[in-house]
């Protein structure tokens, strides 16, 4: 079980209260969470990743075990506690004030 | 007996003001997408409890939401909560609003610094249902473009032929993104559909969207090399009686401006307007030659001239003006109100409202003689709509 922590915004937008979790078949990567966790709640289909191009969305990272993961490529794996469910896998909003 | 129901967009969330024929007492609720900039929300004139809104981030994206039943229940059309079948991908695409670069190629827009620069999608700054279908619905896009849904909301196409129409590289945006802000349905020929946008101009189309032609002589505007060009002009806000299709109210960057043949040419009715800067401009929904506006000290100052909040009405049409200021702060008011943040109910005695970037959402029972804060807290007020139900 992939357990994943969404922005405030998104769980509002998917329904959801704290963290999600995910069933994934085969390697834990940032592609195959993203796309289970669009296929599980279809409404942040472009939120976090592009619509047209597929390319994560300027202002958001990707957290897990203490380290930014944001520039790793989509298909490289997860770390191992990810993939356990040890750890989670975070997606947030960089920060910014903002109006 | 008649009731309206105002909706509001603001920076940070969707309200809904609902009140009687008398207006006076008013129901708040909200905040509804509360965190997320809220655009523009919009009723379709078929079916009332069908609303539209364009909710959008700068960290999300663009998100649709419809309501079937007056704005209680909200969701994303086309994004069941339920699993597609096995082996299958959910495809929802009410937030997918891709340029259709196939029929019309993605050129690039004229930037501040009058360098060319890519054209991007940001989000939607209007929504404008159909008059006849529930199901169809206009979107203006920054960077400009105008999208239609005919599945309400699902899916969004663009109509390419306003991006397509060849001036694209002398578009340029305005101090809030490059925006097509208005679109205005013609309630007497299906065919014809005005837009406008920040900073190119007005365009009309005469045969449903496959051309598109400017519709800007006679503005004139300083802050391009040529003043009286075709196009580059900073239209803010465009309105219509729909008992007269054919004659056009404009506030300009500067000027306010009357068009009586559909947009082909266009004369300025500032008259005697403290400054004729603004952004927003309507017309009364029983008088065709009644309109109003709340002038903004300048380009550089968006706030009432001399701190008074001072809504002006023109019952000639234009030219000469009166100040409308009762129950409006008339002292250390400086708030702007923005081009989508006024509109007006189609009961018998007119009622007018706007919101300000203060959060105050001002209504008038009475065509503008009189005026109460429905709310005074708001988040800044983005846009303004009102349903008038029986």
Redesign the interface.
């Known amino acids: 079980m992939i357990r994943v922590i969404i922005p405030p915004h998104l769980r509002t937008l998917a329904k959801v209260d704290g963290e999600v979790t995910l069933q994934i078949e085969g390697r834990v990567t940032q592609r195959s969470v993203l796309d289970a966790l669009e296929a599980k709640y279809p409404m942040l289909m472009g939120t976090i990743r592009d619509h047209d191009t597929g390319k994560r969305r300027a202002f958001l990272r990707f957290f897990a075990c203490e380290e930014d993961l944001t520039h790793e490529l989509p298909d490289a794996p997860l770390p191992d506690a990810v993939a356990s469910g040890k750890e989670p896998f975070v997606v947030l909003g960089a920060i910014a004030g903002g109006l | 007996m008649s009731s309206v129901r105002v909706l509001v967009g603001t920076?940070k969330g969707a309200f809904i003001l609902t009140s009687d024929g008398k207006r006076q007492k008013w129901d708040v609720s909200g905040p509804h997408?509360?965190?997320?900039e809220i655009y523009h929300m919009k009723g379709s004139p078929v079916d009332p409890n069908r609303i539209f809104a364009s909710q959008t981030?700068?960290?999300?994206?663009?998100?649709i939401q419809r309501s079937d039943d007056g704005g209680k229940n909200w969701h994303?059309p086309?994004?069941?909560?339920e699993?597609?079948p096995p082996g299958e991908?959910?495809k929802?695409?009410s937030?997918?609003?891709?340029y259709d670069a196939a029929a019309a190629p993605l050129t690039t827009h004229q930037w501040y610094d009058g360098t060319q620069h890519p054209w991007e999608?940001k989000r939607v700054w209007h929504l404008e249902p159909s008059l006849k279908d529930p199901d169809t619905v206009y979107a203006g896009i920054e960077d400009a473009a105008i999208f239609k849904t005919t599945d309400g909301g699902n899916s969004w196409k663009e109509i390419p032929g306003l991006r397509g129409h060849g001036t694209g590289p002398k578009w340029q945006p305005g101090a809030g993104g490059m925006c097509l802000h208005t679109i205005i349905l013609d309630p007497k020929d299906p065919n014809r559909i005005y837009i406008a946008i920040s900073a190119a101009g007005a365009f009309r189309t005469d045969d449903g969207g496959k051309s598109w032609k400017p519709i800007n002589r006679g503005l004139r505007s300083q802050y391009i090399p040529n003043p009286t060009a075709e196009i580059g002009h900073c239209v803010h806000h465009v309105a219509m009686h729909p008992q007269r299709p054919g004659v056009l109210f404009m506030q300009k960057h500067w000027d306010v401006m009357r068009s009586d043949d559909a947009g082909d040419n266009w004369r300025e009715v500032s008259g005697n307007l403290p400054t004729d800067f603004g952004f927003v401009i309507d017309v009364h929904a029983n008088e065709p030659e009644t309109i109003y506006v709340v002038p903004i000290k300048s380009d550089s100052e968006h706030y009432p001239p001399d701190g008074k909040l001072r809504v002006y009405r023109s019952r000639t049409g234009g030219n000469e003006w009166e100040a409308l200021t009762k129950g409006l702060p008339q002292k250390d008011c400086y708030v702007n109100v923005l081009r989508d943040a006024m509109a007006v109910d189609q009961l018998d005695d007119c009622g007018i409202y706007f919101g300000t970037t203060g959060g105050q959402v001002y209504a008038s029972p009475d065509a503008g003689e009189t005026w109460n804060a429905i709310v005074h807290d708001l988040p800044?007020v983005l846009s303004v709509e009102v349903q008038t139900l029986s």
Request: hydrophobic share 50%.
């Open positions: 920076r997408f509360a965190g997320w981030s700068g960290w999300f994206g663009q998100v994303q086309g994004t069941a909560m699993m597609p991908m959910p929802p695409g937030n997918k609003f891709v999608f800044a």
